[in-house]
């Protein structure tokens, strides 16, 4: 187990309420190329007698669909919600498209009108009360988050994030509120195994953190997310102001219930 997960952080307080997770149908209605590594999934959110909506959420919460396994049984695995069309009761995810796992066999055969199960919201990491700059570090897989929370940074506000991804070609736009600053600082893996937390280490050494007004979100890899959370605090911010959440860890399947596996 890594420092930054051996003690359970004290939790910051958050600016949005957690909604009970319910149990939904997510029917496909398009699945289209975002960037050469994103997908887009737009997907109808229907009630289990079939009828959309209505679904709330809290700015980087996901949603959990179960996707059938090659041993016959069902696995979990989960996607943040990147969009949500109240009138039309449409979701929008980004969902990397890597290897042969239960969520990219999905993408490959996501024809539309092809339904999942699925329960949400999930997640408890979302913007957090009682600071002005959210600094965010995460990778292709947790942009939606990343996007989510910045876009609902309060007037005043900053929104400082070191997005990790493959190169340009994965930029993706974020969108902040009026007032809110946003500092987006792109960092390119390129060849370099996504594993490897350097990069990240080296542009949060060049952040002039305000930590006492700081609250930091570190989504991504395993292994990144362990070294990015140890080097924050590394850098006196509290424990209480990071939320860290590994998404998905380098050669290794999540586990079924969706999670990556924390022992590194
Ligand atoms: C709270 C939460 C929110 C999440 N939100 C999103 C989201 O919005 N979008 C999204 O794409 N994913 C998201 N994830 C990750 C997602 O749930 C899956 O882990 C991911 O899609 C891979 O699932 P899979 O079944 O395709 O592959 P798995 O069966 O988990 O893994 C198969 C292989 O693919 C590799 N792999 C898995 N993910 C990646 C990756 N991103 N890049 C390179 N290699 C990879 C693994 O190392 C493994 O070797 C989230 C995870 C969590 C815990």
Redesign the pocket.
Known sequence: MSAADSQPAPVAPSAFPLVDPARWLLEVVSVASLTPG?TRVRAHLLTANGTPGPFAYAPGQ?LTVS?PAPSGSTVS????V?GYDVASGVVE????A???????RWLAAGTAGRRVEAVGP??KITLAAGVSTHLFVG????F??VRAIAAAVPAGGRALVLADVAGSHEHRAITVGDDVALDLRWVHRGDAP?ESPARVLDALDELDLPVADTHAYVFG?AHVVAAAARALVAHRLDASRISA??????????ADR???DREL
Do not use: F, I, Q
């Open positions: 994103v996901d996707l695995r989960r996607y943040t990147d995810l980004a969902v990397v890597h290897g042969d796992g239960p969520g990219a999930r997640g990778d292709e897989a947790s939606a988050a996504a890899e959440k590994p998404y998905w860890r380098a050669g290794r399947p999540n969706g999670e990556p």
